[in-house]
């Protein structure tokens, strides 16, 4: 069973503080995996999708890397503004339609 | 474009009423989706729509039902809801099904059960 473990729960920075998020993944054969941001009471917004080890993507103050086992999301001299809960999910083969999502990490950048 | 929007954006029932939620993408994707999002469990397929005229159970379909009206329109019914499906509602579409690109999500209907 595909399982999706994300750490912290939650972290509180200050504006400029640095930080990464962790995601853990279980899942035979990787065929993608997906970073979300979502504000209080919005649905999920797309940020990165990463294919394979090795691979990274930026985004302004983000950067999402993958390894055979999992994923950092890396925010650089956070703002207030980047204050949010980020989700991360897979898919594995055979099931391209079916994402397994973790519980996120709840981020607050405090000015 | 408005990408996916849902109606209502709230919603009160009582036990055993039923009610449906509305999905509509402007994206001319061909696949559709509906989450449910609890506390502590992420979020959890409950049916989807690989293209029109066809639909699938995924991982918690009892007590739901789906129709994808057409290309655009994809929505959730409760024929008689319990407490258990409090939750908030996602509506999501990509371009295609079988693919591994990413879903884009609505804004959730929030439904409480009393």
């Known amino acids: 069973e595909d399982q999706v473990t994300q750490s912290p729960e939650a972290l509180r920075l200050q504006e400029g503080e640095s930080s990464s998020l962790n995601c853990s993944y279980t899942?035979?054969?990787?065929?993608?995996l997906f970073w979300y941001r979502q504000d209080p009471g919005k649905g999920p917004e797309f940020l990165f999708t990463?294919?394979?080890a090795g691979e990274e993507k930026e985004k302004e103050r983000l950067k999402a890397t993958l390894t055979k086992k999992e994923s950092f999301l890396h925010i650089t001299a956070p703002k207030p503004e980047d204050s949010a809960t980020y989700l991360c999910a897979v898919q594995a083969p055979g099931s391209a339609r079916q994402l397994t999502f973790g519980s996120g990490t709840q981020l607050t950048v405090l000015p | 474009n408005a990408g996916v929007t849902q109606t209502p954006k709230f919603q009160v029932l009582k036990t055993g009423q039923s009610m449906t939620l509305q999905c509509a993408q402007d994206m001319n994707h061909n696949s559709m989706y509906w989450y449910r999002q609890d506390p502590g469990m992420g979020l959890r397929l409950i049916y989807y729509?690989?293209?029109?005229?066809?639909?699938d159970k995924g991982e918690v379909p009892n007590g739901y039902n789906v129709s994808r009206l057409n290309k655009r329109e994809f929505s959730l019914r409760l024929e008689s809801a319990a407490p258990s499906q409090t939750s908030v509602y996602f509506c999501?579409?990509?371009?295609?099904?079988?693919?591994?690109?990413?879903?884009?999500f609505g804004p959730g209907t929030r439904l409480t059960v009393l």
């Open positions: 729509s690989a293209s029109e005229g066809t639909t």
């Open positions: 899942v035979s054969g990787l065929r993608g």
């Open positions: 990463l294919y394979s």
């Open positions: 999501a579409s990509k371009t295609r099904d079988g693919t591994y690109n990413e879903q884009f």
